[in-house]
C-alpha cells in the first residue's frame, strides 16, 4: 500500500480540556496508482483528515497510524511528508506575498526531485502545464494566488500538483466554485496527473466531476469516519439520496447494483 490510514482519531491541538474529536476511527488504504474519492457533508471532518495526514500541527493525533509506503509518518514534520511525495492543494489556497509562481515551482521541485533537469527544460515544461489549464503566461510571473479568482487559484493548484509529480495528491474540493468549462480542464489534468502514476485521493461535496474522472473507490464519510465503500454507483446514490444511505436502508451489500442512471 501506498498510504493506510489505522483507525485514525485526532482533535484540535490548542484544544485541550474539550475532548472534542474529529476524526473518529478513519480507516483508508490506498495503492500506487489508485484513485479514491471522499465524499462527505460540511463539516464532517474531510479537510481535517487531509491536513493530519500532511501534518498540520493545529491537529493531534490521539490515536492510530498513519502509514505511507509501509512506514509510519505521524512523528514527521509536514516538510518532511512532502520530501516522502505527499501534497495537498487547499479547499481554500492561501496567498503569498512576495513569492512569484514561477519561484515556487523551480524551489518546490529542486527539493523533491533535485537537479535531474535543466532550469530551461523545467522553465518550458512550467509554460506547457499553464497553457494546458488554459492560463496566460503572466500567471508565472504574478504573486501566488494574490487577486486569482477561485477558478484561477484551483488551476494554479492543479498546475502545480502535476508539475510537482508527488507520490500522492490530495484534493481537497478541487472542484467547488468551478464553472464547467473549469471543471472539465481540472478533471482533464487530474487524469494527466493520474497517467503519470500518481495516487489521488480526491475529497468532494458533488459526484459531477466523477463524470469526467476513472476512480477505483468511493467512500462516504460521515462524521469524521468512512462510513460506507463503494464505486462509481454510490456517489450518484448519494448524490439522489443524500448522506441517509449509510443509515441503513440500504445495506453494503446494495452497493454492486448499478444506480448510476
Ligand atoms: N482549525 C479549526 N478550528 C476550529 N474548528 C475546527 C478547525 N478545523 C476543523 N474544525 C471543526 O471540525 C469539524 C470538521 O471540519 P472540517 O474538517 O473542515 O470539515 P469538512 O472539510 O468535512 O467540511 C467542524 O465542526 C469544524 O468546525
Ligand atoms: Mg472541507
Do not use: C, W
Request: no cysteine; net charge negative; aromatic share 6%.
Amino acid at each position: 500500500m501506498l498510504l493506510e490510514v489505522k483507525n485514525l482519531y485526532a482533535k484540535l491541538s490548542e484544544n485541550q480540556e474539550a475532548e472534542k474529536m474529529i476524526l473518529k476511527g478513519v480507516n483508508l488504504a490506498i495503492a500506487p496508482g489508485e484513485v479514491h474519492v471522499i465524499m462527505g457533508p460540511n463539516g464532517s471532518g474531510k479537510s481535517t483528515l487531509a491536513n493530519v495526514i500532511m501534518g498540520n500541527p493545529r491537529y493531534t493525533v490521539v490515536s492510530g497510524d498513519i502509514l505511507f509506503e509501509g512506514e509510519s509518518i505521524i512523528n514527521l514534520r509536514t516538510d518532511e511528508r512532502a520530501q516522502k511525495g505527499i501534497m495537498m492543494t487547499f479547499q481554500n489556497p492561501y496567498e503569498i506575498e512576495g513569492v512569484k509562481l514561477d519561484q515556487l515551482l523551480f524551489t518546490a521541485y529542486r527539493k523533491l526531485h533535485g537537479e535531474d533537469k535543466t532550469f530551461f527544460q523545467l522553465d518550458k515544461e512550467m509554460k506547457k502545464l499553464v497553457d494546458d489549464v488554459v492560463l496566460p503566461h503572466e500567471f508565472l510571473e504574478r504573486f501566488v494566488n494574490l487577486g486569482f479568482s477561485g477558478g484561477e487559484r484551483k488551476k494554479g493548484e492543479i498546475l502545480q500538483a502535476r508539475f510537482l509529480r508527488p507520490k500522492l495528491l490530495i484534493l481537497d474540493e478541487i472542484d467547488s466554485g468551478l464553472d464547467v468549462d473549469a471543471l472539465r480542464i481540472v478533471a482533464s489534468q487530474i487524469n494527466e496527473i493520474r497517467k503519470e502514476g500518481t495516487s489521488l485521493l480526491i475529497i468532494t461535496h458533488y459526484a459531477r466531476i466523477l463524470n469526467y474522472l476513472d476512480v477505483d473507490k468511493v467512500h462516504v464519510y460521515v462524521s469524521g469516519k468512512v462510513a460506507m465503500t463503494g464505486d462509481k454507483s454510490l456517489a450518484y446514490e448519494v448524490e439522489e439520496t443524500g448522506y441517509a444511505i449509510v443509515n441503513g436502508e440500504h445495506g453494503v451489500s446494495d452497493l454492486s447494483k448499478d444506480s448510476s442512471k
